[in-house]
Structures are given as C-alpha cells and as structure tokens.
C-alpha cells in the first residue's frame, strides 16, 4: 500500500508532466526511486492522478511532423558542492537519465537532430536530445560516465576561451576521447559575451555589432573544425541573440542555433532560435516540464483526439480569459497571474483553487465583485516555463478543472 501511494505520489508529482510509467511491476521500485527526488507534493495534490500508459511502440518511427524533441541544457556538476541553477548533483543527473530511460523516451544524437529537421530522417514521437554548455571539467569527470553508461549520445557547445585543460575547463583530449562515445560539438562563442557586451557594440554601430559576430561568432567554426571536425551548430550564450546574428550565422556553416526558451521542438521549428529546456541544479520543475509530452507544444494542451503522435491531456485548457494567456511568452515582470470568471455562470467561488509550479498551491485572491482570481507571485520567477491548475465548483456541486502554461523570457525586456 505505501509503495501505491508512493507510486500515486510520484504520478501526481509529475502531474502533466509525467511521461508514462511502465505499468510491469517489477520496475515499479525504481521508478517510485527515481521519481521521489523531484516531488512537489502541493503542485501534485492540485494537478490529480494521470493514469500510467504503456509504452509500447514507444521506439516506432513515425512520420517528422509527428516528432517532438525535448532538448535538455545542462551545465555543471558536483558530487558535494552547494547545487545552483547552473550545478547540478551528479546523483540528480543520474536520476534524470534513469527517468528517461524509464519513460521510454528515445535520446537522439544531434546529427540525427539535424537529419530529421533538414532532411528525412524519421524519428519516434517523444525524442530527448541532450547539450551541455560552456566545457566544464566536470562534465568530463560526472556526466560523461553517467551518459556512457547508458549508452546515450550528447552534444557539447563549447567557448573557445574555455578549452584549455586548465582550472574548471576541459581539454581538447578530453574533448576528443568523449567524440570516440557519443559526443558531438558546437560552438558557443569565443568569449560567451553576455548581452550588455552585445548591446555596447550595437549602439555603437551596425560596423561594431557585425565586427562583434565575426570575432564571437564567425571566428569560432574554423577553430573549433580545426580541433574537432565539422561545426554545424551555435548556442546563443544566455540565450541572447538579434537579426544580425541570425543572418550572419548560415554563412559560417551554421545550420541550427539555440536558445533558452522552452518548448517541445517539432519539425517546422525555426533553426535560428530552437528551443531547449535549461535544466537547473536546484529545481526540479523544468525537467518535469521537459519531460511532459502530453503538451503538444510549448503549453498547449493536446485536444481530446488529437493526431496520433500527441498524448491528450487530462485537463483542458481555461474556458475563461486568463493572464498571462495561453502559450503567451512574458517578460519577467508578467504582474499577477489573474483569471477572468466574470462571464461564469453558476460558479461557488469558495472552492476556486490555484497551483502554480514551483509554488504549489498559491492564496489566490477572490475579488466577487469583479468575479476574477488574481495571484502576485511574491518573488521574481525566473522558471522559463510555468503552468497554472484551476480547480472549482458549480453552485450545483459539479467539479471543474483547467490548465494552462505560459513562458518567462528574460531577455523579452531588453531585446526591444
Ligand atoms: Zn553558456
């Protein structure tokens, strides 16, 4: 019984997030295991049971606009330093990889990323492509046996400045040995200049700006060939990038740049600005989003019936104007998240519950002469992907839910 409610637990923690558990008893154990780290029990006490599905035919091929890849960003790991946004516990890492293997999910190497995008390889339907960024050591010394081991493929952004061997970056060697297992590699800059670097030189001049992308951008792909083969991808430092250097990046040879804003990528995804999940140290709820299938892209929720290929959510999307809205990208300073139930019928408003990730279920405030819901988080998010559960009764005593996501794009402000 507890390991049912443990089970349960690991379901509603996930929520819509969870990809399909197996349903053969015997890994049941691991999976409770695997799940429990990433628990958010007041999230998952709102979002209700998702029945476990089976996971045949997970592995069938189906035709490139059935696909959906979900691209995980990771930085840094330690065995026993504090964990942050950018580190990672090596365990957690481990954790994550067991998740996907469980899932069913099929990890992709970034050449067949780029096969299916471009060309006409086929693919499953619920792909994981792993990148890491910037070539710390320890992505050499804790991630790579972890990805060795389970045999899955990676690909690494590097910034040239950052490959000497020495203090926290990795060698060229080690760089090396990794493409003989599974490893692929990008560029990430010369210096990974962050946005007030970019901005200076734009303000400066369109002269400066395009001189700016040829030395952090442009000079990276004959270096980094040089050293390792053929470069055919960018990771936009910060996740920061402008028309400029979208239209100066073919021209090196680049076929696919990428960001930091989430979403499952489906094949008609813009190659400049391809979206991944950057999956923090110290919270587990974007991971969890990544790994949710069930939402056909980037917080829509799958229709009842949709197209093979897409799993239908549970929840359906608000049957009432919310902010911010449905699929809607924000600015951090998004204000309340606020529900509009004016033109409700029938509504008992003392059962109206809020969740939000990340936050559990939150003192939504009721305003009855406005009929609206209205919820401030109490600090900055700075979570790319959040979704919201609403649950509510009629007068009559019928129960309700809906969810909705929207994105938090940091860069949304200064990019006007
Ligand atoms: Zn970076």
Redesign the pocket.
């Known amino acids: 019984m507890q390991l049912l409610l443990l089970l349960v637990g690991c379901g509603l923690a996930f929520g819509q997030d969870v990809a399909p558990l197996p349903l053969n008893p015997d890994p049941l154990a691991e999976d409770v295991a695997t799940c429990s780290p990433f628990m958010d029990d007041d999230f998952a006490e709102e979002v209700g049971v998702v029945e476990p599905e089976q996971n045949t035919n997970s592995r069938m091929l189906v035709s490139r606009d059935q696909t959906r890849v979900a691209i995980l960003g990771y ?1 840094n790991f330690s065995k026993t330093a504090p964990v942050s946004d950018m580190l990672m516990r090596t365990s957690d890492f481990r954790k994550q990889m067991e998740y996907i293997r469980d899932a069913g999910l099929t990890v992709i190497s970034m050449p067949e990323f780029l096969e299916w995008r471009f060309g006409t390889r086929e693919l499953p339907a619920r792909c994981v492509l792993i990148t890491l ?2 070539g710390w050591k320890s992505v050499y010394t804790e991630a790579y046996p972890i990805l060795h081991e389970f045999g899955y493929p990676f690909h690494l ?1 590097l ?1 040239t400045q950052f490959l000497s061997g020495r203090g926290d970056s990795m060698s060229p060697e080690m760089i090396r040995e990794m493409q003989q297992n599974g490893a692929t590699v990008g560029s ?1 800059s010369t210096s ?1 200049a962050y946005p007030s670097a970019w901005k200076a030189a734009a303000a400066k001049g369109p002269e400066a700006e395009a001189d700016m992308i040829e030395r952090e951008i442009g000079a990276t792909f004959p270096r980094l060939s040089g050293l390792f083969g053929s470069i055919e991808t960018y ?1 936009y ?2 996740g920061y990038h402008t028309p400029a250097m979208e239209e100066r990046l073919p021209g090196y040879g680049c076929k696919a740049a990428f960001t930091v804003i989430p979403g499952k990528v489906t094949v008609s995804e813009n190659p400049l600005q391809i979206r991944r999940y950057m999956v923090f140290g110290n919270n587990h709820s974007i991971f969890r989003r990544a790994m949710d299938f069930r939402i056909a892209q980037l917080g829509t929720v799958a229709a009842p019936g949709a197209a093979p290929g897409t799993l239908p959510s549970s929840t359906p999307p608000p049957p009432f104007p919310v902010h911010p809205g449905v699929n809607e990208t924000v600015p951090c300073e998004f204000g309340p998240i606020s529900i509009d139930m004016s033109r409700m019928a029938g509504v008992d408003f003392s059962t109206v519950h809020v969740a939000v990730s990340g936050f559990g279920r939150v003192p939504a405030r009721v305003d009855r002469n406005t009929r609206s819901v209205q919820w401030t988080p109490p600090v900055r998010i700075y979570m790319p992907n959040i979704s919201v559960h609403v649950t509510w009764k009629s007068t009559d005593g019928t129960a309700h839910k809906a969810e909705w996501s929207f994105c938090i794009d940091p860069y949304a402000a200064v990019q006007q």
């Open positions: 930085h960024d910037d952004f910034y990430h990974h990771c430092p910060g």
